[in-house]
């Protein structure tokens, strides 16, 4: 069974930064295309950004493009989102997404709560 473990949330404030990590154990990391989504208050889950198995190819929200990066660890199987120029409206909880395509299967981290507040 695939567990993934969020960590690096916190309270930062607007114009900060955080980065968070997403722990990854139970299979083959590299089989997995591993995603960030984040959910606020009385909103939908969305996506937030996707790295490819083979870390060849990244995408992002419009929301978060040119000020958050996702990038992957294999050695470390690790799934990171490093979060710049943060906003107010960044606040959520972060969920870490891991997705095999051929078993057409996802797996879900707790979360980790962000908050961007002066």
């Known amino acids: 069974q695939v567990q993934l473990v969020e960590s690096g949330g916190g309270l930062v404030q607007p114009g900060g930064s955080l980065r968070l990590s997403c722990a990854f154990s139970g299979f083959t990391f590299s089989y997995y295309d591993m995603s960030w989504y984040r959910q606020a208050p009385g909103k939908e889950r969305e996506l937030v950004a996707t790295?490819?198995?083979?870390?060849?190819?990244?995408n992002y929200a419009d929301s978060v493009w040119g000020r958050f990066t996702i990038s992957r660890d294999n050695a470390k199987t690790t799934v990171y989102l490093q979060m710049n120029s943060l906003k107010p409206e960044d606040t959520a909880i972060y969920y870490c997404?891991?997705?095999?395509?051929?078993?057409?299967?996802?797996?879900w981290g707790q979360g980790t709560q962000v908050t961007v507040s002066s």
């Open positions: 790295i490819t198995s083979a870390g060849g190819s990244t």
């Open positions: 997404n891991a997705y095999r395509r051929s078993l057409g299967r996802h797996y």
